[in-house]
């Protein structure tokens, strides 16, 4: 290779120690690569997600709308609201505490989507990750569409809180005191 | 590296880039008041390209690359030496910038964990090498600050193919455009997922792309040919 031949005392040297390393970590990187594929990784929050398919059962014992937050892996913006507002105590707090959360994720681990997150995906008729969706009935159903940050995530969602508790007024929804 | 280098390479950096800093800064205090949490990555990135925009290629088009190596200067010094100062003026500006986020959030009530202060500032030094050295190495291949025309044009197109592209999904368009960020702006997946989901992949191309930059831009100088006639 001419590109190590070339002469240790001349100033246009390319030293051997630094093609090395980008050759080392070049091979990491393909087995770092590999790895991953078969251990991918498991992206932590602070929300206690429910499983879809148990959520409406948990709505009407708790009486508590569903939040739905269809996101991705792969989808920068969704990377950043869950950093944001997923991440963050008081937001996932209050969270936790006044809706059902369920994550609906598209392509997990950059596989294939299965049949019941298509179905739901079609369902609510979702164009753009990430999108939020607060449920209580199928003709009551708002939208949150694109990256938010926290604070316009708490007022999408005190908003739709408030409007459920004055609609529904026979069955009052209780709402905790609003994060800052 | 050499301290002489690195010293020169500061005392390159005109004033009038503190102006956009300051530019900066004053956006920044606006994220910070409405977002509420402290995050670093893009600013980072935005710092070293303001602080070391045309670092080589402005030596190159100023005729002072001429005056380097006619002292007993390896190229491969010179690049490492300059992508140490950049990398460090970006640091030292990026925690600034951080201070002032913590000491706003400090006086609206809602005072930063001290795991994001910690996070922020560990993400601060990685943004600030991994873009220093993209940078290093758009600039030793274009003169003058056409390393930053360079980095916005490659920046740019995945992220106008993401808007126009309307077949199936915009899944590969945000591949696309995920891969190109993480070489301009080298931080791992540090700046989204944090350090607690940060995969094996994230860290291995990070240090990767900082190597591979600083190989080529290497190669790249030693492949210029300097003329000392008509200068």
């Known amino acids: ?180 | 590296m050499n301290g002489t280098l690195i010293w020169l390479t500061i005392r390159q950096v005109r004033w009038i880039r503190f102006a956009y800093l300051v530019l900066l800064f004053v956006t920044g205090y606006f994220e910070f008041t409405n977002r509420g949490s402290l995050s670093v990555h893009s600013e980072a990135g935005m710092m070293v390209w303001i602080l070391g925009a045309g670092t080589i290629g402005k030596d190159v088009t100023n005729g002072v690359l001429q005056s380097i190596f006619s002292r007993p200067v390896k190229r491969f010094e010179y690049v490492l030496s300059k992508w140490f100062a950049v990398g460090s003026m970006g640091v030292l500006v990026a925690w600034l910038y951080l201070g002032m986020g913590w000491t706003i959030l400090f006086f609206q009530d809602r005072p930063a964990d001290l795991t994001d202060l910690l996070t922020g500032l560990i993400i601060a030094v990685l943004a600030s090498f991994g873009t220093s050295a993209s940078l290093i190495l758009f600039s030793s291949l274009v003169p003058g600050f056409g390393d930053i025309g360079l980095m916005f044009l490659i920046g740019i197109v995945p992220t106008v193919a993401v808007q126009f592209w309307h077949g199936g999904s915009q899944y590969w368009g945000y591949i696309g455009s995920e891969v190109v960020q993480n070489f301009l702006f080298p931080a791992g997946g540090w700046a989204e997922d944090g350090f607690d989901s940060v995969s094996l992949f994230a860290w291995v191309s990070y240090f990767f792309v900082i190597t591979l930059c600083l190989t080529l831009a290497v190669w790249a100088m030693n492949r210029k040919e300097i003329t000392y006639a008509n200068s």
């Open chain 1, 1 to 180: 290779m001419p590109i190590l031949k070339s002469n240790p005392y001349s100033a246009k040297v390319m030293p051997p120690w630094m093609v090395g390393i980008t050759l080392l970590l070049f091979a990491a990187l393909v087995g770092a690569g590999f790895y991953q594929r078969q251990h991918p990784v498991v992206l932590k929050d602070l929300i206690q997600w429910v499983p879809a398919e148990q959520a409406q059962k948990a709505a009407a014992a708790l009486k508590k709308p569903i939040l739905y937050d269809f996101s991705a892996d792969w989808c920068p913006p969704s990377k950043q609201m869950r950093r944001d507002v997923f991440k963050n105590r008081e937001a996932s707090d209050w969270i936790n505490q006044n809706f059902i959360p369920v994550k609906v994720l598209d392509r997990p681990g950059l596989g294939e989507n299965d049949p019941a997150i298509t179905e739901l995906q079609k369902k609510f008729e979702i164009e753009a990750f990430p999108t939020l969706i607060v449920w209580v009935a199928d003709d009551k159903s708002q939208r949150e569409v694109g990256y938010s940050d926290k604070t316009q995530i708490m007022r999408f969602l005190q908003g739709e809180l408030a409007f459920l508790a004055t609609a529904a007024s026979s069955t009052p929804t209780v709402v905790s005191t609003p994060v800052k």
